[in-house]
């Protein structure tokens, strides 16, 4: 009986990542799932019912040596990775001159330079079997200047170009690339990010983390270059977007990310 599929999924304790590592399970994925709470063990008890091994790592991935153990331990005893999505993210609401220093550096940590560190370790392994998939979250706010939020944007909108140069030179071999844009989203994000004092926060209709995943997932497995996820008034926000000056987007940003505090 050959090994069962494997799959790494960070930011896997809660929301769209969880998401994610439900369908790699359902898919009879043995998972490796990071996060860094401790609710990363109840995910992976919920996860265990699909007959799969699930493996969790509390790790805090601003720490490049988390990375590495997190690759080592879902690379120990020579198994190889199948497919990763790389979910894992953290931003602020505010203006940047008001906001502490470190606590920005550290949204660059674990949204940009840990991205690059785990999809270069995974990248290379999956480039010498010649066959894997990886997706990395993205965002909506990818294509929107961050006024007021603007470390989680400029992050997200290097996400997004990273994903979409590698999609490029993945594109003649069975290595897929795939980036997955989400609109705002019902997840516990707002509250570990201190942004429940924000209009976007506040919205009524958000978008549901398990539709996002799947269409995500589905556009990994399809080996899509990207997914703008996963409501009509996302997909509609997506086009919009594409449309409006920069200096709109701005504006835009500012009037849904500003805390009720700060007006």
Same mark, same amino acid.
């Given at each position: 009986?050959?090994?069962?599929?494997?799959?790494?999924?960070?930011?896997?304790?809660?929301?769209?990542?969880?998401?994610?590592?439900?369908?790699?399970?359902?898919?009879? %994925?043995?998972?490796?799932?990071?996060?860094?709470?401790?609710?990363?063990?109840?995910?992976?008890?919920? &996860?265990?019912?699909?007959?799969?091994?699930?493996?969790?790592?509390?790790?805090?991935?601003?720490?490049?040596?988390?990375?590495?153990?997190?690759?080592?331990?879902?690379?120990?005893?020579?198994?190889?990775?199948?497919?990763?999505?790389?979910?894992?993210?953290?931003?602020?609401?505010?203006?940047?001159?008001?906001?502490?220093?470190?606590?920005?550096?550290?949204?660059?940590?674990?949204?940009?330079?840990?991205?690059? %560190?785990?999809?270069?370790?995974?990248?290379?392994?999956?480039?010498?079997?010649?066959?894997?998939? &990886?997706?990395?979250?993205?965002? &909506?706010?990818?294509?929107?200047?961050?006024?007021? =939020?603007?470390?989680?944007?400029?992050?997200?909108?290097?996400? =997004?170009?990273?994903? =979409?140069?590698? %999609?490029?030179? !993945?594109?003649?071999?069975?290595?897929?690339?795939?980036?997955?844009?989400?609109?705002?989203?019902?997840?516990? !994000?707002?509250?570990?990010?201190?942004?429940?004092?924000?209009?976007?926060?506040?919205?009524?209709?958000?978008?549901?983390?398990?539709?996002?995943?799947? =269409?995500?997932?589905?556009?990994?497995?399809?080996?899509?270059?990207?997914?703008?996820?996963?409501?009509?008034?996302?997909?509609?926000?997506?086009?919009?977007?594409?449309?409006?000056?920069?200096?709109?987007?701005?504006?835009?940003?500012?009037?849904?990310?500003?805390?009720?505090?700060?007006?």
């Amino acid at each position: 009986m050959s090994e069962a599929r494997l799959a790494v999924v960070t930011g896997a304790s809660s929301g769209i990542g969880l998401e994610l590592a439900r369908l790699f399970a359902a898919d009879g %994925h043995d998972l490796v799932i990071a996060a860094d709470d401790d609710r990363i063990e109840t995910a992976a008890r919920d &996860l265990a019912t699909y007959g799969t091994s699930v493996r969790p790592v509390r790790v805090d991935l601003a720490d490049p040596s988390a990375v590495e153990r997190l690759y080592e331990t879902a690379t120990e005893s020579g198994r190889a990775i199948d497919a990763a999505a790389l979910n894992a993210g953290t931003g602020r609401a505010g203006r940047f001159v008001d906001g502490d220093l470190d606590a920005d550096l550290r949204i660059i940590d674990v949204n940009v330079r840990s991205t690059v %560190h785990l999809a270069k370790l995974v990248l290379r392994d999956m480039t010498s079997r010649g066959a894997g998939r &990886l997706l990395f979250t993205s965002s &909506l706010v990818a294509m929107m200047p961050g006024s007021y =939020q603007s470390m989680y944007n400029a992050s997200k909108a290097f996400v =997004q170009s990273f994903a =979409q140069a590698l %999609h490029d030179e !993945f594109r003649d071999g069975d290595v897929t690339v795939t980036a997955l844009m989400p609109g705002a989203t019902d997840t516990d !994000f707002f509250r570990r990010v201190r942004m429940l004092d924000t209009p976007l926060a506040r919205m009524p209709l958000k978008d549901d983390p398990a539709k996002t995943a799947r =269409q995500g997932y589905d556009a990994m497995l399809r080996g899509d270059r990207k997914v703008v996820a996963s409501s009509p008034i996302s997909k509609a926000t997506g086009l919009i977007a594409r449309a409006l000056p920069d200096s709109v987007k701005a504006t835009a940003n500012r009037l849904i990310a500003t805390p009720f505090g700060d007006r």
